[in-house]
C-alpha cells in the first residue's frame, strides 16, 4: 500500500510503529520551544499568528452557517474578541456524509499519509497554538506549548499509527483456492474493503482542547470517517486553529474540505440533535460524569468512547526520600492548578504515620509537611505563574471557596488569591489540602476538580489499599500513586491495581509526576473502570471505527 505523502512521512510513521511496540521513550515533536527545533523567527510569528485572530470574525467557509458564537472567554482576563460560526448540525452531518466516498476511496494508504500532513502542519503551528490553548484554558505557557502542541500531536500520531497497524492487517485482494480431489478446484478472487463506519463527533474539553481532541479526530480520519469537531463553548481557538488546518490539507489534495467541520450548535437543543443523529457511529467525550452518561444512554446508534470523572489516589507507607516525596508531591498538586483528569486527589496515610528516612511521621506532620512543600515550591511569583496557570471556570473558583471555608474537611492548607503582574485579572488560585477520616467519603469520594487534595487517614496500610481500590471500582480513577519501602506492600499494591484496572506508579520522587502520561509509551486510562471506557491509546480505541466490507466472484 502506497501513496506520495505516505510515501513521503513513512519514517515518521514507521518509529511510531517501532515505539508503541517497544513502549520505549520517543517524541516525534520536539517539546521544547526553541528556535533551533522551531525556526528563527517561529517563537514571534506563533504569537503575531495568534494576536491576528483578536477582535476578529474567525472565517471557516462551512455550509450551514446561522450566526456567530462570541462566548470565548480568557481565564487571564484578557479580551480575546473573536466570533466563531455558529452551524446548523444537520447541514454539517449531510456535508460530511457527502465527503466520505472519496476520502474511503483514497485507501488506509491515503488516509494515512494524510494525517501525517495534517499532524507536520499543525506542528509547524505549535507557537500560534500555544498562545491560544494557554489564553482560553488557563495554563501556564510551557504546558500550553507542550500539552497543546507536541504532546497533542504525538498522541494524534499514537491514534493513526494504531490505526494503520490495524488496519494493514486487512489485504486488498487475495486468491481463494479449495482443492476438489478429481474435480477442478474452487477459486475465487476475493476484495476487502474498509470502510469507515460513519460521522465521528468528537466533543473538546475545555482544559486540554487539543490533548484530550486530537486521539478521537486522527483515529476516526484514519478510519475512513469524517469528523466534526464540537468544541467546548468557552474555548474555541485551539479548536478552530486545528480545523481550519486540516480543512486547507484536504483542498490541496482534492478533496472535499468539508470532511472536517467545527460546530457551535446555536441551541442545546441543536447540539442533542447533532449527538443522536442516525448518521453519527462515534463519539468521543472528555468531561463530567453527568453528561458523559447521557451520552451512553442516548447515544445508542453510536460508539462512545468517554473520559469522565475520577477519584485519583495516593497511598503512602512509607519513604526512603522524604524530602523527594514531598517536592514530587508539590509539583503534582499544583500544576495547572490540579484541572487534570490525572491529578491524585486522596492521599491516603494510616492513622500511626508512616517511616521515613528522616524518621518517623505522624499523619499530621505529613499533612504539615507537605503543605509547607508547596508553599515554599509557590513562593516565587514567576514559578507560580508557570506552573500553577489560572482557574478555567466559575464552577472551579466556587468548589476552592468551599474548601477555604472548611466546608469539605479540617483546612491544612488554605488555598490563596495571586495577582500576576502580567495578567492582573487572571483567576488564579494555590492548591487547597485538607484533612478527613475514611469515613467521611461526602468530601473526598467523589472529583472535587481544581487545586482540591484530601488527607485521608486510614486504619493502616491495608486499610489504605482496599479504601483506593474500592474507590476506584466505584468511582473511577485514571492514575494510582504508592509509597513504600516494603516489598509486600508493592505486591499487594500491584494486585489491587489489577483488580481495579487503573495505571499505577511507585516512588515517585525525580522528575516523572504521577499526573504525567508520555505518548507512544503511557496507555492514558484503562478502560476498566468507571473514569474511562477507553484508553489512549491500544488496538480497541481504533479498530471498531472501520469495517470491513468484501465481495467476491469466481476466477
Request: proline share 6%; with cysteine; glycine share 8%.
Amino acid at each position: 500500500m502506497s501513496h506520495p505523502l505516505l510515501d513521503q512521512h513513512r519514517p515518521l510513521l514507521e518509529h511510531a510503529l517501532d515505539t508503541i511496540a517497544t513502549r520505549g521513550y520517543w517524541s516525534a515533536f520536539a517539546e521544547s520551544p526553541s528556535p533551533r527545533a522551531y525556526g528563527e523567527g517561529a517563537p514571534e510569528a506563533g504569537r503575531a499568528a495568534f494576536e491576528a485572530h483578536l477582535g476578529k470574525p474567525f472565517e471557516l467557509d462551512q455550509p450551514g452557517q446561522c450566526g456567530w458564537h462570541d462566548g470565548e472567554t480568557s481565564p487571564y482576563g484578557t479580551p480575546l474578541g473573536i466570533r466563531y460560526p455558529q452551524s446548523d448540525p444537520r447541514i454539517l452531518v449531510r456535508a460530511a456524509t457527502a465527503a466520505m466516498p472519496a476520502w474511503q476511496a483514497l485507501g488506509a494508504a491515503g488516509r494515512t499519509g494524510i494525517c501525517l500532513e495534517i499532524l507536520q502542519r499543525l506542528n509547524r503551528q505549535s507557537f500560534e497554538i500555544a498562545h491560544a490553548v494557554m489564553m482560553t484554558s488557563g495554563q501556564g505557557w510551557m504546558m500550553a506549548f507542550q500539552a497543546g502542541g507536541p504532546h497533542a500531536q504525538d498522541r494524534g500520531l499514537e491514534a493513526v499509527a494504531y490505526a494503520w497497524r490495524e488496519m494493514s492487517f486487512i489485504p486488498a485482494e487475495s486468491t481463494w483456492e479449495k482443492p476438489q480431489g478429481k474435480h477442478p478446484a474452487l477459486v475465487m478472487r476475493k476484495h476487502y474493503e474498509i470502510v469507515g463506519r460513519g460521522v465521528g463527533v468528537v466533543i473538546g474539553c475545555a482544559t486540554f482542547p487539543t490533548w484530550n481532541t486530537y486521539p478521537g479526530l486522527f483515529a476516526a480520519l484514519a478510519t475512513g470517517n469524517p469528523v466534526i469537531l464540537k468544541p467546548h463553548g468557552s474555548v474555541v481557538l485551539p479548536a478552530a486553529i486545528t480545523v481550519r488546518t486540516i480543512r486547507a490539507v484536504l483542498i490541496e489534495n482534492g478533496l472535499d474540505p468539508n470532511l472536517v467541520t467545527l460546530c457551535l450548535p446555536p441551541d442545546h437543543q441543536a447540539a442533542q440533535a447533532l449527538y443522536t443523529d442516525p448518521d453519527v457511529h462515534s463519539i468521543d467525550y472528555t468531561g463530567g460524569s453527568a453528561f458523559g452518561r447521557w451520552l451512553l444512554d442516548h447515544c445508542r446508534q453510536a460508539q462512545v468512547y468517554a473520559e469522565l470523572a475520577g477519584v485519583n489516589s495516593i497511598v503512602i507507607d512509607s519513604t526512603d526520600d522524604y524530602p523527594g516525596m514531598l517536592r514530587n508531591l508539590a509539583f503534582t498538586l499544583s500544576l495547572y492548578s490540579g484541572q487534570m483528569c490525572t491529578t491524585s486527589q486522596a492521599i491516603v496515610v494510616p492513622a500511626q504515620g508512616i517511616d521515613t528516612n528522616e524518621g518517623h511521621k505522624s499523619f499530621e506532620e505529613v499533612g504539615q509537611d507537605l503543605a509547607q512543600a508547596i508553599e515554599r515550591f509557590l513562593e516565587k511569583p514567576e514559578t507560580a505563574l508557570a506552573v500553577l496557570g489560572a482557574i478555567q471556570s466559575d464552577a472551579t473558583l466556587q468548589r476552592i471557596d468551599e474548601a477555604a471555608g472548611g466546608g469539605m474537611g479540617q483546612v491544612v492548607l488554605a488555598p490563596r488569591a495571586l495577582r500576576y503582574d502580567d495578567f492582573p485579572q487572571a483567576r488564579a488560585r494555590t492548591p487547597a489540602l485538607l484533612a478527613c477520616d475514611a469515613r467521611d467519603t461526602a468530601h473526598y469520594a467523589q472529583e472535587q476538580f481544581g487545586p482540591i487534595s484530601f488527607l485521608v487517614r486510614a486504619q493502616d496500610t491495608a486499610a489504605a489499599l482496599q479504601l483506593v481500590e474500592d474507590l476506584t471500582r466505584t468511582h473511577g480513577a485514571l492514575t494510582l500513586a504508592v509509597y513504600t519501602t516494603r516489598d509486600d506492600v508493592r505486591d499487594a499494591a500491584i494486585a489491587a491495581s489489577w483488580r481495579a484496572k487503573v495505571a499505577l506508579s511507585f516512588n515517585l520522587t525525580g522528575g516523572v509526576f504521577v499526573n504525567q502520561s508520555a505518548a507512544f509509551s503511557d496507555f492514558h486510562g484503562t478502560g476498566g473502570n468507571p473514569a474511562a471506557n477507553a484508553s489512549y491509546a491500544d488496538s480497541a480505541f481504533v479498530a471498531n471505527r472501520f469495517r470491513v466490507v468484501q465481495w467476491r466472484a469466481h476466477a
